[in-house]
């Protein structure tokens, strides 16, 4: 029996992306897919509109200022047809409130790179597109962590601090360097990039038969260890 490979597969993802929920969904079963392959999946930060004030904001009202009055409906059939084909069933009638997820992407920054990290993210999007939760809640986020059974005592106690805020940004402003403008983004040996929600088939691919040069991509800097469905673009500049 052959040894499977080991690869590196960094995610670069934000929680209130659909299309990054469907995109976690077909990498699971691209894992299945490709049973030679043991990716290691890190999952990095991005903020599709950092501007959303800390306490996070009316969702009718974000929806109207990302896409207009009245298109959002439109624009999410697609993804809400598209979700329902991967097991998802989107939810997003009750969702009331865009969240500021800076606090989520720190909660999953605290979390084992692994099984932890990945149960953590699942129930992120689990609440927020299936459950109509605020994520930017702290007892929403204690949720999660306990999802993936960290010490929830020390995630309460570090989310009442600035603890690796600048972190966050820094590897928020470091994907933006790599030239990644939409999510989800899979970094796959940190030298190939896919970007969108690929269908399972395409990532299972990628993961089997990525190049080994390791030279194309500048490599993540962390202490701790067009597609076929379109990314989340960031949402566009408020004018004055």
């Given at each position: 029996m052959r040894e499977r490979d080991i690869l590196t597969l960094d995610v670069v993802s934000d929680v209130m992306c659909p299309w990054c929920y469907i995109g976690k969904r077909r990498l699971d079963r691209a894992q299945i897919l490709a049973p030679d392959v043991e990716p290691v999946i890190r999952w990095r930060p991005f903020q599709l509109d950092a501007t959303i004030p800390s306490e996070g904001m009316d969702r009718?009202?974000?929806?109207?200022?990302?896409?207009?009055?009245?298109?959002?409906?439109?624009?999410?059939?697609?993804?809400?047809?598209?979700?329902e084909a991967e097991g998802i069933i989107f939810a997003f009638d009750r969702i009331t409130k865009s969240p500021n997820t800076i606090n989520a992407h720190r909660v999953i920054r605290w979390a084992e790179v692994g099984d932890q990290q990945d149960k953590v993210v699942e129930r992120l999007f689990e609440l927020f597109f299936c459950e109509g939760e605020d994520i930017g809640?702290?007892?929403?986020?204690?949720?999660?962590a306990r999802e993936g059974q960290m010490d929830v005592d020390f995630v309460q106690e570090v989310l009442d601090t600035d603890r690796d805020i600048d972190e966050v940004k820094k590897e928020i402003a470091m994907a933006h360097e790599l030239g990644i403008q939409g999510v989800p983004t899979f970094v796959i040996d940190q030298q190939h990039l896919l970007v969108g929600a690929q269908r399972a088939e395409v990532l299972a691919d990628a993961l089997v038969q990525v190049p080994r040069s390791r030279i194309s991509v500048r490599r993540w800097v962390s202490p701790d260890p067009r597609p076929l469905a379109g990314p989340c673009p960031p949402a566009p500049p408020t004018r004055a």
């Open positions: 009718q009202e974000y929806l109207d200022k990302k896409f207009g009055r009245g298109n959002a409906i439109e624009k999410y059939k697609q993804i809400q047809e598209t979700g809640e702290t007892s929403v986020l204690l949720d999660a």
